[in-house]
């Protein structure tokens, strides 16, 4: 099983960015899926996660409003979009996935234990 994480790049502050985390080997309906920011010398912070039913997810609160998660199963993806960028958000953003029931609108897992696989990350540098 593969996650491959694209879309990252340089934007300036306040801009737009969508990224995608698409996945081989398995299908993805069943799992549930989170994102995932880490930058150096700094803990890795859950971002947001989509439960299975494609309609329960939580955001961690520096980014409610500015970004949304969304998935489609037919093409195997979950995607992130990022809107009103602030250089606190650049970042290495990755995907991980799991069986365990890990979000829901008001929880969200950061247990290592609780996802199955883990992508590469995509970079999000937010700078003028």
């Known amino acids: 099983v593969q996650l491959q994480a694209s879309g990252g790049g340089l934007v300036q502050p306040g801009g737009s960015l969508r990224l995608s985390c698409t996945a081989s080997g398995t299908t993805l309906e069943h799992y549930y899926i989170g994102w995932f920011r880490q930058t150096p010398g700094k803990e890795r912070e859950g971002v947001s996660c989509?439960?299975?039913?494609?309609?329960?997810?939580y955001y961690t609160p520096s980014v409610k409003g500015r970004f949304t998660i969304s998935r489609d199963n037919a093409k195997n993806t979950v995607y992130l979009q990022m809107n009103s960028l602030k250089p606190a958000d650049t970042a290495l953003y990755f995907c991980?996935?799991?069986?365990?029931?890990?979000?829901?609108?008001?929880?969200?897992?950061?247990?290592?234990?609780?996802?199955?696989?883990w992508g590469q990350g995509t970079l999000v540098t937010v700078s003028s």
């Open positions: 991980a996935v799991g069986l365990t029931p890990m979000c829901t609108r008001t929880y969200f897992s950061d247990d290592s234990d609780d996802y199955d696989y």
């Open positions: 989509i439960h299975k039913n494609g309609v329960d997810a």
